[in-house]
């Protein structure tokens, strides 16, 4: 197995880390499939968001093999203007908010030929690690009962749904992680 590292995202990365979206979304059973609108949407905030600093990608010597994208601003990533105060103040009493930091995985994405291996295990620890300090949350398509799966695997639950003005064609369910042992987030309900 090749040897890895995971960076933040240079410009010069740009072009791998679309090939990786690209690889990774073929993948995708049908409930989870990104509209072409939704896609190109994400393809053209790429660059910005790798300017940004907000961009992380996993390198093996042939190149990029995953990334993923955060953000700290939950009203930003999950409601739309008209609706961003009262939604996102239940989501975080759903979540047991407390006032700490707060990462939004907004994308983690790996190649089609690199996925099952742990890769993705490996990286979601690696963000972990990154922002010890912080609870996390994350949106998914209703559909994407893998993705939801990998999430409630590593400690997540659900807490809500939300709209986004980008991505809106109806709720997504948002997902939060208890990061701190002393219960940021309330256990889950399932």
Known sequence: ???????????SDYAGVVSCFSSA???QEEGAKIEEERRNWILDGLLEEIRSGSV???KSRRGVIGFATVSHSMEDEFFPLSH???KS????EEMGYRG??????????????????????????SLFARYKNSSF?????????????????HGFFPCGHGETIERGKGPKLILAKRYRPMGLCREPRW
């Open 25 to 27: 979304l073929e993948t």
């Open 84 to 86: 961003r105060y009262s």
């Open 100 to 125: 700490e930091p707060l990462t939004i995985i907004k994308a983690l994405f790996i190649e089609a030929a690199h996925q099952r291996k742990g890769l993705g295990d490996e990286f979601l620890h």
């Open 1 to 11: 197995m090749d040897s890895w590292t995971i960076v933040v995202a240079k410009e």
């Open 137 to 153: 949350a994350l949106y998914l398509e209703e559909g994407n009962v893998e993705a939801k799966q990998f999430f409630l695997n």
């Open 89 to 92: 103040n239940v989501i975080l």
């Open 56 to 58: 992380y990608v996993m």
